[in-house]
């Protein structure tokens, strides 16, 4: 999880979002199982701007959305607060695992984890790496919530980070062997940039390399 600045509601939204919110309203009413129209929030010009806003990565796990199936999230449950049904605050981009693991952990509230949309977001305070496993940082609580609800610890994740991380360390081991060759000590300023691309925010996990940058004191 990287913080993400969001972009103005897109004009699909600002356009019905009222009336959609209304209709809504109403059928729920009638119906409180009634869930919102998926052609609605999810409308493609919807998800076009998430994209956008995270560069294709799903905002809790960063992992990239062209390489899985991507979900328009409510981040305040539809049940807890049908009004934000079609509120662009409440509307997040999410992989489709993480969004599941939000059912079984409901018990969580979302109040307790770290919100990548927040303006104050800082998941580095909270969220920390071991190689590919994630941890939160020096037992933060809100870190640990935050895994917990998404399951940021599942096994698919770990593989999909451990194969990135991967790329890293080849280009950390050629480095080290230019270094070796031109009997240098230190990283010259190319090698260095090129290692803190991959904590570039459109690099699928970034915060994971922005760990390991920390621990080669990059
Ligand atoms: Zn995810």
């Given at each position: 999880?990287?913080?993400?600045?969001?972009?103005?509601?897109?004009?699909?939204?600002?356009?019905?979002?009222?009336?959609?919110?209304?209709?809504?309203?109403?059928?729920?009413?009638?119906?409180?199982?009634?869930?919102?129209?998926?052609?609605?929030?999810?409308?493609?010009?919807?998800?076009?701007?998430?994209?956008?806003?995270?560069?294709?990565?799903?905002?809790?796990?960063?992992?990239?959305?062209?390489?899985?199936?991507?979900?328009?999230?409510?981040?305040?449950?539809?049940?807890?607060?049908?009004?934000?049904?079609?509120?662009?605050?409440?509307?997040?981009?999410?992989?489709?695992?993480?969004?599941?693991?939000?059912?079984?952990?409901?018990?969580?509230?979302?109040?307790?984890?770290?919100?990548?949309?927040?303006?104050?977001?800082?998941?580095?305070?909270?969220?920390?790496?071991?190689?590919?496993?994630?941890?939160?940082?020096?037992?933060?609580?809100?870190?640990?919530?935050?895994?917990?609800?998404?399951?940021?610890?599942?096994?698919?994740?770990?593989?999909?980070?451990?194969?990135?991380?991967?790329?890293?360390?080849?280009?950390?081991?050629?480095i080290?062997?230019?270094q070796?060759?031109d009997?240098r000590k230190n990283m010259n300023e190319?090698e260095k940039?090129?290692?803190?691309?991959?904590?570039?925010?459109?690099?699928?996990?970034?915060?994971?390399?922005?760990?390991?940058?920390?621990?080669?004191d990059?």
């Amino acid at each position: 999880m990287i913080p993400i600045k969001r972009l103005p509601a897109p004009d699909v939204l600002a356009r019905n979002g009222e009336r959609w919110r209304t209709a809504f309203l109403e059928e729920r009413a009638k119906d409180p199982q009634k869930r919102p129209s998926s052609k609605r929030y999810a409308h493609p010009d919807i998800v076009s701007t998430l994209e956008a806003m995270s560069h294709h990565k799903c905002f809790y796990c960063e992992q990239s959305t062209k390489q899985t199936r991507r979900e328009v999230d409510h981040y305040i449950d539809v049940a807890e607060d049908p009004a934000r049904a079609f509120a662009w605050a409440n509307l997040y981009l999410s992989c489709w695992e993480c969004n599941r693991q939000k059912q079984p952990h409901r018990s969580i509230p979302v109040t307790d984890c770290l919100d990548p949309c927040a303006p104050d977001a800082r998941p580095s305070e909270h969220l920390t790496f071991e190689e590919e496993l994630i941890r939160a940082r020096g037992g933060s609580a809100r870190g640990l919530a935050t895994i917990k609800k998404y399951k940021l610890d599942r096994d698919d994740l770990d593989l999909k980070r451990m194969k990135q991380l991967q790329l890293f360390n080849k280009a950390l081991i050629r480095i080290k062997d230019a270094q070796i060759a031109d009997g240098r000590k230190n990283m010259n300023e190319n090698e260095k940039a090129l290692l803190r691309t991959f904590c570039h925010p459109e690099f699928p996990f970034s915060l994971m390399f922005q760990a390991h940058l920390e621990r080669h004191d990059l």
